[in-house]
């Protein structure tokens, strides 16, 4: 497998870099900023869900447009508006992206899935999972991050899974995120302990974060599953996070 950063990932990665240099995305007047330069948008990209055999892998997907109109309201990304499926089981697809968001990897099974994700992030994408609040779902929180935490152990054996403390640069590289903890969308309302324990979980190759793992439920809360007021802008808010630092990351 080739080690080197996939063309398509770093030209997008580079737009975005350049774009973010040019509005001066971590400055407090960003927002202001952003509403009157719509000119310095760039160049498109696309958000894509990684389809996995996971009956699951597009639940909640209806609801990602929301998040993407977050984007173009609160930073000069030219973002997409539409959602895109990229199959585990076909390379190019996946490499179309920098960016994959999973519901999860662990039910993936052939020798080609597992290679097309290790050669994506190899490559210089990046591979965000988020597990659903439902437990009907994503089942025992602690065991579906070992899940992931064991897939990618075969998959890609060089990366590490690290948790990431309060004071990462995640959690303030654009929105300052409270207590540096994300917010958790737990399911029917009901507090859970363990689960909010949980914070994010980097998935490190030396000192690139190649990915991340979290039990947050970001996803049911840009959704408006059982959330308070104000719930689902606190998630697209972590999720922007995400996206602006995985964009940080080089190849």
């Known amino acids: 497998m080739k080690n080197t950063p996939h063309p398509r990932n770093e030209i997008s990665r580079r737009r975005f870099l350049k774009l973010l240099l040019t509005s001066a995305a971590f400055s407090p007047g960003l927002i202001a900023l952003a509403r009157g330069l719509n000119e310095l948008r760039g160049d498109r990209v696309g958000w894509a ?29 030219n973002i997409d508006p539409t959602w895109y499926e990229a199959d585990v089981e076909q390379l190019p697809e996946m490499c179309k992206f920098p960016l994959l968001f999973s519901q999860g990897v662990e039910l993936v099974q052939s020798a080609a899935g597992y290679e097309n994700v290790a050669e994506h992030i190899r490559r210089g994408g990046f591979l965000l999972i988020d597990a659903c609040c439902n437990p009907k779902i994503s089942g025992d929180f602690d065991v579906f991050l070992r899940q992931q935490i064991d897939f990618l152990a075969v998959a890609l054996p060089e990366a590490q899974v690290t948790s990431l403390p309060p004071e990462h640069d ?13 917010p958790h969308t737990f399911y029917e309302n009901v507090y859970d302990p363990q689960k909010a324990g949980h914070g994010l ?34 998630c697209m808010k972590m999720l922007v996070n995400i996206y602006i630092y995985a964009m940080m990351q080089g190849g």
Do not use: E
């Open 49 to 77: 869900r990684l389809k996995t055999p996971s009956q699951f892998w597009k639940r909640h997907a209806g609801s990602d447009p929301v998040l993407m109109q977050f984007f173009r309201q609160q930073t000069t990304l």
């Open 201 to 234: 979980y980097g998935i490190m190759i030396k000192r690139r974060m190649a990915g991340l793992i979290s039990l947050s439920g970001l996803q049911c809360g840009w959704d408006k599953m059982t959330a308070p007021p104000g719930h689902d802008v606190a």
């Open 170 to 182: 995640i959690y303030g590289c654009h929105f300052q995120i409270p207590n540096g903890r994300p």
